[in-house]
């Protein structure tokens, strides 16, 4: 098992920054790819960009590719989600996710472990 517990979320106004951060405790944390996802009311959950296990590999969505960035410390179990430009659009609850895959997967499914989210919300 492995438990993931987001932290960092909040409101901000258009064009603000926040920086996520998802710990993880249990199983070795390096033998995982690490996802965020986001859930916005009434949608249904949507992959933002994943890490591989060593950090050397990331793969973004095409709606925050040069405004997000995603990093992990493996030495302290932790992912992080650098939010920049951000906009009413990205409201959403943020997830991060662990995999045991080594492929690139961006759905949900794909994903063993889940955190229990926080929630960003993006003023106008």
């Known amino acids: 098992q492995v438990q993931l517990v987001e932290s960092g979320g909040g409101l901000v106004q258009a064009g603000g920054s926040l920086r996520l951060s998802c710990a993880a405790s249990g199983r070795t944390f390096s033998n995982y790819a690490m996802g965020w996802f986001r859930q916005a009311p009434g949608k249904e959950r949507e992959f933002v960009v994943r890490i591989n296990r060593s950090g050397g590999s990331t793969t973004y969505a095409d709606s925050v590719k040069g405004r997000f960035t995603i990093s992990r410390d493996n030495a302290k179990n932790t992912v992080f989600l650098q939010m920049n430009s951000l906009k009413p659009e990205d409201t959403a609850v943020y997830y991060c996710?662990?995999?045991?895959?080594?492929?690139?997967?961006?759905?949900?499914?794909?994903?063993?472990?889940w955190g229990q989210g926080t929630q960003v919300t993006v003023s106008s």
């Open positions: 996710a662990a995999t045991v895959s080594v492929r690139v997967v961006i759905t949900p499914l794909a994903y063993n472990y």
